[in-house]
């Protein structure tokens, strides 16, 4: 009997157990999980107790807990479907040719996403864009998401003043990707179960979820329409966190309307600086050729503390985004003065005095990995006179820190794995490891890509919730492109195939 996506089998057969911190003992050997109501009851040497009901076959392939991917923009990732890729644009020129030769959406607009700017020989002008893309609306969004670059068209349809140049950064960006990700849910929702499926296909179980919006209606709504396929903790951003409270949300409630407790309440999300490519994160030093540019503090510490005491005080965890090291530090500070739990999002330039900080204050890093390898070349370079230290995993991880591992999805693709790689190896493309002194070790990596992130022990066990993975490679052992193209035969969550190759 072929078992099928969505049911639940009674057995995992043939399957080898990894993960750190283990209290088994059957090293390499191979063994049956047993599964029932959700849950794994036993496990025993293949074969050892009867198989009975459905049976899926492991292959021999290693099992592991189910993964998440705690940073995600969960429309604009599935929109970027729809979206004109811009990642091996060199300049602004053979961004703006990239554009002019893109298909019109539906309504009329060009969409392009995933530029970097940072390093091109060109800067973007309105006269540039307008050459190649005339007078069809055309958005350009950044990789960072920190910036988007418009024509003429496009800034007329938003009501916006030409300026020469069409680049809108920070507030005003923000601004123009929610105007873009309000797509109707008949389009919006198809392709976030796309997505779904997608990260079901890479082993993911769960994600948290930062869209720029009221997201609990949007995670009702599609649950109630079927959406099964993958956890969800969503988001509450600064104008919507009087409405939660008032509504009685609470982190880790389920969303009201729901039909399912797979979505839930996760934490306020507060952005307090900017980003390394826009050059706007918040600094201590000045970025190369600016002298008075040290990036942007969005949010005044005290503004941020009082954000924090009263989602603390309401049973909201905080998420703050903090880039720069004098945004990590204030962070850190309103972490110490709130008694707020929760995570810094990204933490990608960090004072070394600020480093142990995490650890003391119980502050998790939520990090993404494949940034520094993305950004290895900026960060050389824009970065250079920086004092502190940038993409600190080791060094976060060997002061205590709890690592969460994510993407930003769409500033990096929604894969866990390749999260993974990069943390464990800090290269990709045959490079030289960049930083190699801050790699992480593989059972570290593999425990911060799960729901409870590094500090939790990645390993499976009778009793707990059948939320799991079966990949081809040991994930401990795997070489860098087994791990960047780790296959995943089989994906459970609460016992369910979501996925199964």
Not at 29 to 50: E, S, T
Not at 183 to 198: F, I, K, T, W
Not at 203 to 225: C, F, H, K
Request: glycine fraction near 10%; charged fraction near 20%.
């Amino acid at each position: 009997m072929s078992a099928v996506r969505g049911e639940s089998p009674a057995v995992l057969a043939d399957v080898r157990l990894t993960g750190s911190q283990r209290t088994d003992p059957f090293v390499d050997d191979l063994v049956d999980v047993h599964l029932a109501d959700g849950v794994v009851v036993d496990i025993a040497p293949a074969r050892a107790l009867p198989r009975t009901g459905l049976v899926v076959d492991g292959g021999g392939g290693w099992l592991v807990p189910g993964l998440w991917d705690h940073h995600v923009h969960v429309v604009q990732w599935a929109l970027a479907a729809q979206r004109e890729a811009l990642g091996t644009a060199s300049s602004a020129a053979h961004a703006a040719a990239l554009m002019g030769a893109a298909a019109s959406l539906p309504d009329g607009r060009r969409i392009g996403t995933g530029f970097r700017d940072a390093l091109w020989p060109d800067a973007p002008t309105l006269e540039v864009l307008d050459a190649a893309t005339g007078d069809v609306p055309t958005y350009l969004i950044n990789a960072d998401v920190h910036s988007v670059w418009l024509n003429s068209a496009a800034l007329r349809r938003e009501g916006l003043t030409p300026d020469g140049v069409g680049l809108l950064r920070e507030a005003p960006a923000f601004e123009i990707s929610r105007r873009l990700n309000a797509v109707a849910p008949e389009v919006s929702d198809p392709l976030v179960v796309q997505m779904a499926q997608d990260a079901a296909a890479r082993g993911v179980v769960g994600l948290v979820d930062l869209d720029m919006a009221w997201n609990e209606d949007a995670w009702a709504r599609r649950t109630s329409a079927g959406f099964d396929a993958l956890r969800v903790s969503f988001g509450i951003y600064p104008e919507f966190l009087d409405r939660a409270i008032a509504d009685g949300l609470r982190t880790g409630d389920p969303a009201r309307g729901a039909a399912s407790d797979l979505a839930r309440v996760g934490p306020l999300k507060v952005i307090t600086d900017g980003s390394l490519g826009t050059r706007t994160a918040a600094c201590s030093h000045a970025y190369p050729g600016d002298p008075h540019n040290l990036g942007l503090l969005t949010v005044d510490i005290a503004t941020l503390v009082d954000l924090m005491t009263r989602a603390t005080g309401a049973g909201i965890a905080s998420a703050i985004h903090a880039i720069g090291d004098v945004a990590n530090t204030h962070a850190l500070d309103a972490y110490a003065a709130t008694g707020a739990w929760g995570t810094i999002e990204h933490a990608q330039l960090v004072a070394h005095a600020d480093i142990p900080r995490f650890g003391r204050l119980g502050v998790a890093a939520s990090v993404q990995p494949e940034h520094a390898i993305d950004d290895r070349d900026m960060t050389d370079t824009i970065w250079a006179g920086q004092t502190a230290q940038p993409y600190p995993l080791r060094s976060l991880a060997d002061t205590g820190a709890n690592l969460l591992f994510g993407s930003d999805a769409p500033v990096s693709p929604l894969d866990p794995w390749a999260a993974m790689a990069a943390a464990v190896f800090r290269t990709r493309d045959g490079r030289e490891p960049w930083q190699a002194h801050q790699r992480l070790d593989a059972a570290t990596a593999l425990g911060a890509s799960t729901y409870g992130g590094s500090a939790t022990p990645a390993r499976i066990e009778p009793g707990m919730r059948a939320d799991l993975a079966v990949c081809a490679h040991d994930p401990l052992r795997a070489s860098e492109s087994e791990m960047r193209g780790m296959e995943v035969r089989a994906t459970l969550l609460e016992g369910r195939l979501t996925h199964l190759a």
